[in-house]
């Protein structure tokens, strides 16, 4: 009965591991894509344009 005891937590782990992916992706989209789309591309304009000079030269 050792083998059991030894297989049991790694087939119950990778049993979890391909439920959580499964979450992942069906989570992934849906209705509030487009607005969290949006809410990131505001964030990295909202960083590139905070990184540089009035001039449009990189600060240094």
């Given at each position: 009965?050792?083998?059991?005891?030894?297989?049991?937590p790694p087939a119950v782990m990778a049993v979890?591991?391909?439920g959580l992916i499964r979450v992942i992706?069906?989570?992934q989209?849906?209705?509030n894509?487009?607005?969290?789309?949006?809410?990131?591309d505001a964030a990295l304009a909202r960083?590139?344009?905070?990184s540089?000079?009035?001039g449009g030269e990189?600060?240094?």
């Open positions: 009965m050792d083998y059991v005891s030894a297989l049991l979890f591991f391909v992706v069906k989570t989209g849906g209705a894509k487009a607005k969290e789309d949006a809410i990131v960083a590139e344009n905070g540089r000079t009035p990189a600060k240094g």
